[in-house]
């Protein structure tokens, strides 16, 4: 990249803090025009609170902002706007009962008539420019992730942008709608936009011109990238070196079925959820579950957890029955349950760490004192559970809703892991964790299973069910695609199962 | 009775009662409407209302102009909604609550205010009221003529407000960023619209329709004010706008059904039929609660009606 190309966007000295917290330490970064620059961190590095600040959604408290070399202040998402900044969020934000059309075009104009021939023109020429395929009569509720990702991309092409934020864009894609993703970022960069990415993963990473790192706040340095190895960066970016990944080797995979599942089918809303869902599970076994989110996974972990009940097929554990059962059998059957939203369905974020320790098992006479809570057996408990899985919090009273994602996931797996004796479920556990905190998540389950518990995992990380799972089982809209042996399947082939593709797959 | 009921004159004048009857229901509906789409749960209505009707009644009492009265309901209407909205849209107190709080603050200003004003009389003085203006021609034609075009001008007024807001809502550029508003707020934010002014004028404009619906019913009709005059008019407007799943001409339908109720009612009671008036009275309400309970869950609810937006 020529030194001498106009910087699009400068950032100088720029300093955001929220309340103690300092989220954004004396940043300053270029952006040239252009320009593929990618922003990589851990999670709570920074990134969001930087890109919100260049977004206008906050306003710095101390540093510069320039665009093309002119000061600007981005008081709101309508000055980074007409600055040429455009944003797609992470969280997609459409109105699902909004067209495409309508949800591009709401906000924009001028006048009281809402101008659909030339909106509907505009739209066309961005499509064919870059090649984005959408039919801007589709409702955004009926579309993929991947398209509402297009239809983002191109409400923030429709305002004008010339430097284009993307946060994670593809935590939610397929492998192959995020390798059409890059090739549209190709076309942008082609035609002088510049683009910001945000994301974790390093394949992507390696693909941009230059990367910025933050760590905690601050920004460790910005570098070409054909000049940095992964392993440097993954260093910089965690400062130190990062956890082995390798794929533990073992040869037992332990005996005895212990869960049995036969045609598993469910409906919500009138549509199907799940059809005819059959696989195994043996004691000292991973059993990992591919696929894109909303393709069945939580529906599977809901009626194996007794939160939901099948319309037809059956559930045996250890050879028995179990179809209508309660979550409180489940519990009660040694099966822990994991959910994939932690804040939701995990936790209750007004309780104790002590007390989110017991829950479901507040009737235990373990934790009572007659009709009372025993709360030294409670806090013994806490104490216990926050050394063995090193949850960085104050103590046993702590509020969960004050702690970081990783701590949080960390209080489900204490008190998941002591009720899992014999099978233990787990929707997503990684997701949205640092480096550090997947690794420790990754070396619990390989002790669970060390000790004879059945494991489910499903994961919408590929590399999560490679390093840990024996078998992978892929489902496509509430479908088992396939199930393949670990040591067999590639990330190619488990891909293309993902987005339904079972040709490419079985060719490949 | 049926015979009597079914007599030409009986229908046309039940008929003509519905489309009177419906006319606050219809003004208020019509701006509840607006204001849910934006997102703004206003359960305010019945405070906005009254206070509509006693204002409305005291300024044109005191003013002698029938028009000034609206107008002064009208302006009462939009400030309770301008409290409502900086409660709710600036402070994010609890919508529903502040709803509440502002009914109590009608029910009873309105009855402080008209015992400090109308001290030692029983009753308020009746002052003339707005009288029917046919429209030349259509009003002649046989049977729907004297119906639908022998009416007030607010009668009018009201159900022109339909297609209007219609045409408002679904066709224009303001009409998708106040259903934006109420979808997905966010959705606005990034687009460098802000969703606070969207709300505010969708929940005065609310207030400013309910306020004159209020005015109806005094100056426009009753040509006085009487203590609680609304009668639970308000909270049938925040059914209707459910059981006409946020859509003006559903909303219209669901309007014209609980006022030909409220006609037939009318008419049974002036026939004189053997039946507790009290019970006559309830078939609005309890036609309210059924409907309530049959219509689809949630179906066409903004997606955000009723939640504060907060940035992040």
New interface residues.
């Given amino acids: 990249m020529d030194t001498t190309t106009p910087a699009r966007l400068s950032v100088r000295h720029l300093t955001k803090s929220f309340g103690q917290m300092v989220a954004n330490q004396d940043i300053s970064l270029d952006i040239l025009a252009g320009e593929l620059h990618c922003l990589l961190g851990e999670n709570g590095a920074g990134k969001s609170t930087l890109s919100s600040c260049l977004y206008g959604l906050y306003q710095p408290d101390e540093g510069e902002i320039r665009i093309d070399g002119a000061p600007v202040d981005l008081n709101s998402p309508g000055d980074a706007i007409r600055a040429g900044i455009g944003m797609v969020h992470q969280h997609f934000v459409l109105v699902p009962t909004f067209t495409v059309l309508e949800n591009i075009a709401v906000g924009t104009g001028s006048g009281l008539s809402l101008d659909r021939r030339s909106a509907l023109r505009r739209i066309a020429v961005i499509c064919e420019e870059y090649d984005i395929p959408l039919a801007p009569d589709r409702l955004a509720g009926d579309l993929s992730v991947g398209e509402q990702q297009w239809v983002e991309i191109v409400k923030a092409l429709y305002t004008g942008a010339r430097l284009l934020i993307l946060d994670e864009p593809t935590a939610v894609l397929t492998p192959d709608e995020s390798r059409k993703l890059f090739a549209v970022i190709r076309r942008l960069i082609d035609d002088g936009i510049s683009v910001m990415l945000i994301s974790h993963k390093m394949t992507e990473v390696m693909q941009s011109d230059r990367v910025s790192v933050l760590r905690k706040g601050r920004l460790v340095a910005t570098v070409k990238t054909a000049e940095v190895t992964r392993d440097k960066l993954t260093a910089m970016m965690i400062g130190g070196q990062p956890p082995s990944a390798a794929r533990a080797q073992r040869d037992t995979v332990g005996s005895g079925q212990v869960l049995s599942v036969r045609d598993l089918t469910l409906s919500r809303d009138g549509r199907p959820a799940l059809g005819e869902v059959s696989f195994d599970l043996a004691a000292g076994e991973i059993l990992g579950i591919a696929g894109v989110s909303g393709n069945g996974q939580d529906d599977i972990f809901e009626c194996l957890a007794g939160l939901t009940t099948p319309d037809s097929g059956s559930i045996a554990i250890e050879g028995k029955a179990l179809l209508h059962a309660s979550p409180a059998e489940m519990a009660g059957r040694g099966v822990g349950y994991v959910p994939s939203d932690r804040f939701r369905d995990g936790l209750v974020s007004d309780l104790t760490i002590a007390e989110n320790l017991t829950l479901g098992q507040q009737w235990s006479s373990r934790w009572r004192k007659g009709p009372l809570l025993d709360r030294t057996a409670l806090d013994t408990n806490a104490e216990t559970a926050i050394a063995d899985y090193a949850i960085a919090a104050p103590g046993p009273s702590a509020r969960c809703g004050k702690l970081s994602g990783g701590n949080a996931q960390k209080v489900i797996l204490a008190r998941e892991f002591a009720k899992a004796r014999r099978i233990l479920l787990c929707n997503q556990p990684t997701r949205g964790l640092d480096v550090g905190a997947v690794g420790f998540v990754h070396r619990e389950l390989q002790r669970k299973r060390d000790e004879g518990c059945a494991i489910l995992l499903a994961s919408e990380e590929l590399d999560d069910l490679f390093q840990l799972a024996d078998r992978i089982m892929v489902m496509f809209r509430g479908r088992v695609m396939a199930t393949l042996d670990t040591q067999a399947a590639t990330y190619e082939q488990v891909g293309h199962l993902m987005a339904g593709q079972e040709k490419q797959a079985a060719a490949a | 009775m049926l015979d009597q009921l079914l007599q030409a004159s009986i229908l046309a004048s039940i008929a003509a009662a519905t489309i009177r009857i419906a006319t606050p229901l219809l003004l208020a509906a019509i701006g509840e409407l607006v204001a849910e789409r934006s997102g703004v749960y206003n359960m305010g209505v019945e405070g906005m209302m009254l206070m509509g009707a006693f204002i409305g009644y005291l300024a044109a009492y005191e003013s002698g102009s029938l028009w000034f009265g609206v107008f002064a309901a009208a302006l009462t209407g939009g400030l309770m909604a301008l409290v409502f909205a900086i409660m709710t849209i600036t402070l994010k107190v609890e919508q529903i609550v502040t709803g509440l709080a502002l009914n109590l603050l009608g029910a009873g200003l309105s009855n402080y205010w008209l015992r400090a004003a109308f001290a030692g009389e029983g009753k308020t003085p009746v002052i003339p009221h707005f009288s029917d203006v046919p429209i030349p021609g259509l009003s002649e034609l046989p049977l729907v003529g004297p119906i639908l075009f022998d009416q007030r001008v607010l009668t009018y007024l009201a159900f022109l407000l339909v297609p209007v807001v219609w045409f408002f809502l679904f066709?224009?550029?303001?009409?998708?960023?106040v259903?934006?508003a109420g979808?997905?707020p966010?959705?606005?934010?990034?687009?460098?619209?802000?969703v606070a002014p969207v709300q505010y004028a969708a929940v005065i404009f609310g207030g400013i329709m309910a306020g004159i619906g209020g005015a109806f019913l005094s100056v426009g009709s009753a040509a006085r004010f009487v203590p609680d005059m609304t009668n639970g008019r308000g909270w049938l407007v925040i059914i209707i706008v459910i059981a006409g799943l946020w859509r003006p001409w559903p909303v219209l339908v669901a309007t014209l059904a609980f006022s030909l109720l409220d006609a037939l009612q009318l008419q049974i009671q002036g026939i004189g039929l053997d039946v507790p008036y009290q019970l006559l009275l309830m078939m609005p309400y309890v036609v309210a609660i059924v409907a309530l309970a049959i219509r689809p869950s949630r179906g066409g609810a903004p997606?955000t009606l009723g939640v504060p937006y907060l940035?992040?």
């Fill in positions: 066709r224009t550029r303001y009409g998708l960023i259903r934006c979808e997905n966010k959705a606005l934010d990034v687009k460098g619209v802000g997606a940035r992040e």
